[in-house]
Structures are given as structure tokens and as C-alpha cells.
């Protein structure tokens, strides 16, 4: 081929293009390591969460009928492990579909200032998803609202 002024045009529009799509595939992933290193408060809030909700669905059960006081006193006690073996793939998994669907840094800023965003919303999605074994989208027409009331039910 022939190197011509009339090739030119062409060839930087594809050099573009090949430069962004380095650049997309060089951002997935690139706070993995950042995200990593506060998996450990993820945790933490993940398996408080957990004892949170688990305390909620005994209060609402009538006690009146039942000896559950000692049950209650020792709840946390009881609860405690398994909600925390539930944070740890919890966090694993929420951290991989971060990266997987490029939103860590989304993610991390929502981490840092305690809301739950957009960027949240899709990966808990994603990974609730995977942890039922459906489609990474499998959950996405869902309202996240509605599917967290279907999960604390």
C-alpha cells in the first residue's frame, strides 16, 4: 500500500478509536487494588448490616407467647458468625463486579461518603445476579427499592 494524503484521514481515525479503547480497558480494574485494600471495612459494614436485619425480624415477632428474651439477649452472639462469613464473598464478589462493570471509581466516592448511588445500585444488582446464577443484566429492570424489600423479606 501506498502511503497517500488520502489514507491519512483514515488512519488517524482508527488510531483513535484504538487509543480509547486502551484507555477504557486500561480504567476497568485500575482501582481494584484500592478497593482491595477497604474490603476489610466492607466488611465490617456488610456483617453489621446483616446483624441489623437479623435483630429487625425478631422484633417483629411477638414475644409475648414465646420465651424469646434470652434468645434476643443473645443474638448477637449467634448472628454474628455466619453474617460475617456472609460479608466476606459478599465483599469479593461486589468488588469484582466493580471492576467488571468499570464503576470502582463511582463506587469507591459512594463508599467514602456513605450513600448508596447509582454506581452501587448497579453493582449490588450485578452481584446478587451472579450469586443466584443469572445473567450479569438478569436483575437490571428490577427496581433496586423493590428488590432489596424482596430480599429483607
Known sequence: MIWTRAWQPLLMASLAVGINTLAVEAKAGLLTPLLQWIRPTLEQRLAGECQRLAKEAVDRIDTSTLPLGELVAELDEAVGPPCRELARPASECLIREASRS????????????????????????????????????????????????????
Open 102 to 153: 468499570g464503576r470502582e471509581l463511582g463506587i469507591f466516592s459512594e463508599l467514602i461518603s456513605g450513600r448508596v448511588g447509582d454506581d452501587t445500585q448497579v453493582v449490588v444488582q450485578r452481584c446478587l445476579a451472579s450469586l443466584l446464577g443469572l445473567p450479569a443484566a438478569g436483575l437490571q429492570d428490577l427496581p433496586f427499592d423493590d428488590l432489596m424489600l424482596r430480599l429483607r423479606r
